[in-house]
């Protein structure tokens, strides 16, 4: 299993930037799909982002594309959520995920990940 930790999260106005960090522990992180998720209050956990072991393949939601871009440093066992152009509806707590059963890019849904982080709240203001 990995275990994840997330960071930079803030407050920032609309039209700003934020990157989001996500630092992994554990020997199985250069081998798995990493994803970012997030959940605005009374909504649903969604997927934004993910991205393969080797960093070769991204697949975004159609919400972020263009705007958000995922990447990752295996050496660091770090993966990053890059997040322009920033909308008071991309306010929510943002969440890291790690799949160690290297699933297709595009299974995106909540259990297709089986390690969290505890999230990093983004507010966006208008």
């Known amino acids: 299993q990995v275990q994840l930790v997330e960071s930079g999260g803030g407050l920032v106005q609309a039209g700003g930037s934020l990157r989001l960090s996500c630092t992994a522990s554990?020997?199985?992180?250069?081998?798995?799909?990493m994803g970012w998720f997030r959940q605005a209050p009374g909504k649903e956990r969604e997927f934004v982002a993910t991205?393969?072991?080797?960093?070769?393949?991204?697949y975004y939601s159609d919400s972020v594309k263009g705007r958000f871009t995922i990447s990752r440093d295996n050496a660091k066992n770090t993966v990053y959520l890059q997040m322009n152009s920033l909308k008071p509806e991309d306010t929510a707590v943002y969440y890291c995920?790690?799949?160690?059963?290297?699933?297709?890019?595009?299974?995106?849904?909540?259990?297709?990940?089986?390690?969290w982080g505890q999230g990093t709240q983004v507010t966006v203001s208008s």
């Open positions: 995920a790690a799949d160690t059963w290297l699933l297709p890019v595009t299974s995106v849904g909540l259990t297709d990940f089986g390690s």
């Open positions: 554990g020997r199985s992180f250069s081998r798995s799909r």
């Open positions: 991205i393969t072991w080797s960093g070769g393949t991204t």
